[in-house]
């Protein structure tokens, strides 16, 4: 077999599988698949006040190279420690993406005679962060902490607990408290990825719930709700030197560009002042959820982020389809993204949905899950 035909052969599998997968360019289909869900990444006043912030500074376009080369800044450091005291943190390092920033902490903090262990329904960065790690790993069932703890008593050596906030894929929470409280019990250290929880619940659900000297990281991105990209781990002082020092996706990447950091520290100035617009969201996220008529196929999340189970591939992909010629953008979920029999369509909420674009959405929903 040569390397072409083994290339051939496994997108063969895939398109058969029914989960191959391509690029698809922006469409004018009504936005119900992205994750700009407080409409900053559109916002037309936070883009003035990033060119505000950016013409105060004279900047090469680029950075130049890694952070500890030559592509550190004042104001990258000056941006982590505005970020960390916003979540009431010690410190925060950045890195120039949530995947970066879960493979640097994962695959480094760990060692191979310690153990880590995440729900299930973990993110994929989180999962291969882990694995480079060589740490013991375990999974433990979706948000129950009998399954947690029954795993916590069978780990050695370090122990680490790495859940997310806000899940990607269905939009429930982490029993944070519950888990804070095991991990207390059980000194492990509990890592919270709040990816899809910035912005939407303000500052995220450990701020809100008041856990923050409770969980010992935080990543927090900024590609979702802020409108930009990138990410930072929050912790202590120890644990950003620490990073610096070991963290290979951090040590081996080019440092993100002024612009970049702008992007950021803008979308958190807009952020700190947006209450009503989280509030806006929040209505919205109501009136999907009073409109779609909850059932075993739907899912009940009180986040921007809503799943009507289909179940196989082909289905999922034609229930998708149906809502796009109607003029609405939603995304099919497939396996092996989701478990067999879980495919899905995952429905994202924002402020500038209209409650007519929702309702019709729903009863869209509800006629084709009736007609099936």
């Known amino acids: 077999m040569t390397h072409h035909n083994f290339i051939q052969l496994k997108l063969q599998s895939r398109q058969q599988a029914g989960n191959y997968r391509w690029l698809k360019p922006e469409n004018s289909l009504v936005d119900f698949c992205s994750n700009d869900y407080l409409g900053f990444a559109r916002s037309g006043l936070l883009a003035k006040l990033i060119q505000e912030e950016i013409s105060k500074y004279s900047s090469i376009n680029g950075s130049t190279g890694s952070r500890l080369i030559s592509g550190n800044t004042e104001y990258a450091e000056s941006l982590e420690q505005l970020i960390a005291d916003y979540h009431k943190a010690e410190s925060g390092l950045l890195f120039n993406s949530g995947y970066d920033a879960n493979i640097g902490l994962l695959s480094s903090l760990p060692q191979r005679h310690d153990t880590v262990i995440h729900d299930e329904l973990a993110h994929a960065s989180i999962i291969d962060g882990i694995r480079l790690s060589n740490a013991a790993r375990f999974t433990f069932k979706h948000n129950d902490t009998d399954s947690l703890e029954q795993k916590l008593k069978a780990a050695k050596g370090l122990i680490y607990v790495i859940v997310e906030s806000v899940y990607s894929m269905d939009g429930d929470q982490a029993p944070l408290q519950a888990i804070s409280q095991l991990c207390k ?99 919205k996220i109501e009136l999907y959820r009073r409109s779609i008529n909850f059932s075993s196929r739907v899912t009940d999340s009180k986040s921007a982020i809503q799943t009507v189970i289909i179940g196989s591939n082909d289905a999922t992909k034609k229930a998708a389809q149906t809502l796009q010629q109607q003029g609405f953008d939603v995304r099919p979920i497939l396996s092996p993204t989701v478990a067999v029999g879980s495919e899905r369509l995952r429905i994202c909420l924002h402020t500038y949905n209209t409650d007519e674009e929702i309702i019709q959405l729903t009863n869209l929903i509800k006629e084709y899950l009736h007609a099936r």
């Open 185 to 283: 019990q059980y000194k492990a250290a509990l890592i919270v990825d709040e990816a899809h929880a910035l912005g939407v619940f303000g500052k995220g659900l450990v701020n809100q719930l008041n856990l923050c000297h409770e969980v010992f990281a935080r990543v927090m991105t900024f590609g979702k709700a802020l409108g930009a990209h990138g990410a930072v781990v929050l912790g202590s002082t120890e644990l950003r030197s620490y990073l610096v020092n070991f963290a290979r996706s951090f040590i081996y990447t080019t440092a993100a560009p002024l612009h970049q950091l702008s992007v950021i520290k803008m979308g958190y100035a807009f952020l700190a002042n947006s209450t009503s617009i989280i509030t806006e969201l929040h209505q």
